[in-house]
């Protein structure tokens, strides 16, 4: 079996600090011993009138065979810990993309969509818009 790199990009929309947001999923990536394979980097960016660089997604990169799953099982858990309303998206080099709302996480439709992309074999999803 090919090892094929699955590369993400997650991005985090509707909040007023969604750098702060992406800097906990992160730390939460990188503990998270199932993970060790994978490489966490952060893009930023220098808004005007920022004191210093802020996150603006992350970039994930694995290797396929499961690891995928556990980026997507860690992240959801990630999700659920939340207090705020927070949206995610998920972006693959290939163009699919899911979106999925933290009110919505606990739905295993949306679940199973980010585990089935991690693996590639996601389409585009639409966002739901479901509260």
């Known amino acids: 079996m090919d090892n094929v790199r699955v590369d993400l990009v997650i991005t985090i929309a509707d909040l007023d600090r ?8 992160a730390r939460t990536l990188r503990v998270d011993s199932a993970l ?6 952060a893009r ?9 660089p802020v996150t603006d997604a992350l970039l ?8 995928g799953v556990a980026v997507m099982q860690t992240i959801l858990a ?9 949206t995610l998206r998920v972006k693959r080099t290939d163009g699919s993309e899911v979106e999925i709302e933290v009110t ?4 295993p439709t949306q679940a199973i969509e980010l585990l089935r992309m991690a693996e590639g074999q996601s389409r585009t999803a639409e966002p739901s818009g479901e509260q």
């Open 18 to 25: 969604p750098a702060a947001d992406l800097d906990s999923l």
């Open 60 to 67: 994930l990169s694995f290797g396929s065979g499961g690891v």
């Open 104 to 107: 919505a996480a606990k739905d």
């Open 36 to 41: 060790r394979t994978v490489d966490i980097d």
């Open 78 to 86: 990630w999700l659920r810990s939340r207090r705020s309303d927070i």
């Open 44 to 52: 930023t960016t220098l808004p005007d009138a920022a004191m210093g």
